[in-house]
Nanobody, 123 residues
Framework: VQLVESGGGLVQPGGSLRLSCAAS????????MGWFRQAPGKDREFVSA????????DYADSVKGRFTISRDNAKSAVSLQMNSLKPEDTAVYYC?????????????????WGQGTQVTVSS
């Protein structure tokens, strides 16, 4: 199983980035997908999750209204559109796959993880 994130980089406050995660080696459409992030010295935290068919989504309060998660089961891919970025959004962002049907925010509910992509928001 591989989850490969892309799309990270350096962006100014107020800017936008779109993260993508390409999955292989797993039956993608039966996994809920999530995005997490980890800043230096902090625990990995939940950002967003999407259900197997994309009908349900969940967002951390800190990103609600600014980030949008989506998935394309035909391409085995999940994306995170990030708008109005803030310096506090700076972190390594990880995508993860969960076999649990209901959307989860706990890292322990996710079985597979990508290597992460760095997002830096700075002027």
């Amino acid at each position: 199983v591989q989850l490969v994130e892309s799309g990270g980089g350096l962006v100014q406050p107020g800017g936008s980035l779109r993260l993508s995660c390409a999955a292989s080696g797993l039956p993608f459409s039966i996994y809920s997908m999530g995005w997490f992030r980890q800043a230096p010295g902090k625990d990995r935290e939940f950002v967003s999750a999407i259900s197997r068919r994309g009908g349900d989504t969940d967002y951390a309060d800190s990103v609600k209204g600014r980030f949008t998660i989506s998935r394309d089961n035909a391409k085995s891919a999940v994306s995170l559109q990030m708008n109005s970025l803030k310096p506090e959004d700076t972190a390594v962002y990880y995508c993860a796959a969960s076999p649990v049907i209901t959307l989860k925010r706990d890292v322990r509910d996710y079985t597979y993880w990508g290597q992460g992509t760095q997002v830096t928001v700075s002027s």
